[in-house]
């Protein structure tokens, strides 16, 4: 078969509730390339289109649905790109309506009915998409029933029906390396307002699954229920991959990257030994990974971008989320980190329901306190599989079909309105981002290092 998986745009990058930046050619489409090599392990044609990477006209995506025998898409439940995807699946089934439209990612895995219907598909996957996908291809040829495939949700002669879940894949290294020659086309970069961040070519890694942490307003244990990570020989096998293919930054897409500080230790050990210059990205960590030792190695190999999720600058706030973190943590990761010379970002949740106005200003001081690169303050959201969600639900705050509630006091939901959060997440941006310590910071960062692609991007950032 020839298969034909379109990544729909996200378009923005969301810094404060009501400020967002364009983003292009950010990161490679990882999911869609394990699946994309799994159907051509088993001999099928696979085209890859990233609509974040490439400005296609309608005639010419139109030539290729019509050219295809299937369509594959990844659905995220944010707003921007959930909506993005719906217009699409339109698009798709106004070219062909009988062309077989599968949809898999998070929305299908919280969600998969309503997705089935919001998306008008055909099949929707529910979990980890790499030993289902080519069952499901299988059925569509007519070799097997769909019912007897585990993970699936799907439409039978206008009837939506649901199998039982698959288990969540035990041994990654059963997996092959995703099929990173299908995006070769498109120059990755961490693309932000026209701006490349990447030096050299770019690929995303991933070393592990899901995260051991349960913070309560975080969705990922419904998600992917286990932590997984590969071995380290199937690690590095793909590290060295990825150099002899010619790529200059690794971003490492992993949910909890650091968690295993010991297998961090081997995997920096083994590029550092490699003696090559590359440039590592780590998107995701926590600040009780703050290791000297460990961030040492980290520097040696090449990590120049770290991502932290400190979530609030006010314990009590910290302890109410299951965070299982602590301010002095945050300050020794994010001060470690700088000594190493890294780019750091780090996240922030403004409308915990115990947050009182003095909490935010506490955080928003707290931020501002640490020697941060860049920050974001997302308001809370009571999405579905969360521990906060089930809380509201059973109190009568939330009904059980209302799947993506923004914090909100007229609903119980924290002391605030959601336009009250949105200003106060806008006034924390602006208070940070207009503070001119930062910015003589940065800029002596930038003549230090000799690398202005950062101060580049943050005066786009204030100007758009």
Sequence with gaps: MKFLFIYPTSGTWTLAAKKAISVGANLPPLGILYIAKMLEINGHIVEVIDLNAENINEDTLKEKILSSDAIGMTIYSDPIPLNNSILLSNFIKNCDPDIPLIIGGPNCTLYPEKALLDLNADISVMGEGELIINPVVDALEGKRNLSTINGICYKEKNEIKKNKPAEQI?????????????????????????????????????????????????????????????????????????????????????????????????????????????????????????????????RDAGVEKINFGIENGNQDVLDYYNKKITLDQARKAVKLSKEMGFFVNA?????????TKQHIKNTIKFAKSLPLDSVNFYTLEYGYGTQIWDEAVKEGKIKPDEHYVPANSKRGLGNFTEEELANLSMKAYRSYYFNPHLWAREIFYAFYKKDFRFVKMGLKMLTS
């Design 170 to 298: 035990k041994n990654l290294d059963d997996i092959p390396f995703p099929a990173r020659h299908l995006v070769e086309k498109y120059e990755y970069g961490g693309y932000m307002l026209g701006v490349k961040i990447a030096k050299g070519k770019l690929t995303s890694f991933l070393a592990s699954r899901g995260c051991p942490f349960r913070c309560r307003f975080c969705g990922m244990c419904y998600l992917l229920p286990k932590h997984t990570s590969r071995s380290i020989n199937n690690i590095t096998k793909e590290i060295d991959e990825v150099i002899d293919a010619g790529y200059k930054t690794i971003s490492f897409v992993d949910d909890n990257f650091l968690q295993k500080k010991e297998a961090a230790e081997k995997i920096m050990d083994h590029i550092i030994k490699k003696n090559i210059d590359i440039r590592l990205w780590i998107e995701e960590a926590r600040v009780d990974s703050a290791d000297r030792r460990l961030y040492q190695k980290m």
């Design 347 to 355: 996240s922030f949740i403004l409308g915990a329901p115990i947050e």
